[in-house]
């Protein structure tokens, strides 16, 4: 049977008309913004959750991202379509360096999470596939905050973690609107749970308040005594509580801590050791606070991080130490025990950020180090190198813009 020229044109006709319908369905479905300075504030604002993609396209990682998100877009986008929940959107940095800039972009490519048009601290460094950049959005939609049905449930939380509470005569009210903001954008420092109306009156006496519950079974809690619907002063009292001066760091967190670009003022403890870790808190608040935003001030597991403490001719059993990583090399404070004589932590930071420490490993004592009459020898020795710079980011995975730092 032989067919007819018109319908075979007709049959061609429907096979493309339904391949464009397919396209554009796909196409509609995960699509995904492209921002530019005229619409991200807008755009970023207006969205709970928005996960922006920052790219260049001449970078391979970047081209090997594109069709993963563009998939992801669309799985997450069938559960929460709306736009005002969640945005999938890219930046192309090359086009828009100002934007780049602005959010201090040092890698291709960076994929950051917004909540209503505020960026969060961790951005995304999972693993690139659809299934975990789609949970990965999933999961910042849940609900942040534990409701506590009884207040018995106080008694049994975990101490080991940092516990915000509210109590609040109603869900639906402006105190406690501006308490999950807060809990959204810091959830994953804190734990924030919230009771309300017959629940937490026992706790309102003296109306809608917020506690904080510290590390330890015997610490006190603390009261938030600002204006419960001012989301500025609630935000900067929780992160004060939610985000240490001294964190720990580990592997996990590691690349995160690393490209902050801070070197690193670390104390070595054994886990069981918490005598130790409260002084060095302790000696760091009362030493080197007007150092904050110059130094990252970290604790880490002794036999987690062997290898660094090898690097410097330490052992677990020589724990606890307090050593400095400026990206370059590593350098040991000479002894703990005199953590707490008054100006020597400040000093061994000043002495880095002086490059004291850099020139005393490769010359020797500075000459107003020597005591008079005796003669200034030059001692050639090299400072270990760094042993934290091998958890940036790695070149394998991201393409580095500027990698120089300060010979210190």
Not at 116 to 144: I, T
Not at 308 to 314: A, E, G, M, R, V
Not at 342 to 359: A, E, I, N, W
Request: charged share 25%; aromatic share 10%; with cysteine.
């Amino acid at each position: 049977m032989t067919l007819s020229a018109p319908l075979l044109l007709s049959d061609s006709i429907g096979h493309i008309l339904l391949l464009l319908a397919v396209w554009f369905g796909t196409s509609a479905q995960s699509e995904i913004i492209n921002l530019d300075s005229g619409n991200i504030d807008e755009i970023l604002g207006n969205a709970d959750v928005a996960l922006v993609n920052f790219y260049a396209d001449w970078c391979r990682f970047s081209q090997m991202l594109h069709p993963i998100f563009e998939d992801a877009s669309s799985v997450v986008k069938e559960e929460f379509p709306d736009q005002k929940h969640v945005v999938f959107a890219r930046v192309d940095c090359d086009q828009h360096a100002d934007i780049a800039q602005r959010y201090r972009i040092s890698k291709y490519p960076t994929l950051k999470l917004f909540r209503n048009g505020m960026m969060m601290k961790r951005e995304y460094r999972g693993q690139r596939s659809v299934s975990a950049l789609a949970d990965f959005v999933k999961q910042q939609k849940n609900d942040p905050v534990q409701e506590i049905l009884n207040l018995s449930e106080l008694g049994t939380l975990d101490r080991s973690k940092r516990n915000i509470i509210g109590f609040f005569e109603q869900k639906d009210s402006d105190n406690y609107r501006v308490y999950e903001k807060v809990s959204n954008i810091l959830r994953d420092d804190c734990v924030f749970l919230a009771a309300f109306g017959s629940v937490a009156k026992p706790e309102r006496y003296s109306g809608d308040n917020i506690i904080y519950k510290p590390l330890g079974v015997n610490t006190p809690d603390m009261v938030y005594l600002g204006s419960l619907t001012n989301f500025d002063l609630a935000f900067a009292w929780t992160q004060d509580k939610c985000v240490p001066l001294v964190r720990e760091i580990t592997f996990e967190n590691g690349e995160e801590l690393t490209e902050e670009g801070l070197p690193f003022l670390i104390l070595f403890h054994m886990k069981e050791d918490t005598e130790s870790l409260e002084k060095f808190q302790h000696e760091t608040a009362r030493q080197l606070i007007s150092e904050k935003g110059t130094i990252n001030f970290l604790h880490a597991d002794c036999d987690k991080f062997r290898h660094p403490l090898l690097h410097i001719h330490k052992t677990p059993e020589d724990c606890p130490v307090i050593a400095i990583d400026s990206f370059r090399h590593m350098y040991v404070f000479p002894d703990y025990k005199d953590i707490d004589t008054p100006g020597t932590l400040k000093q061994f930071v000043l002495d880095l950020h002086s490059g004291k420490l850099h020139r005393e490993f490769h010359h020797g004592p500075d000459p107003t180090d020597v005591a008079p009459g005796q003669p200034s020898e030059e001692v050639a020795s090299s400072p270990p190198e760094s042993s934290f710079q091998k958890l940036a980011p790695s070149e394998h995975r991201y393409t580095i813009l500027n990698r120089e730092r300060d010979e210190l």
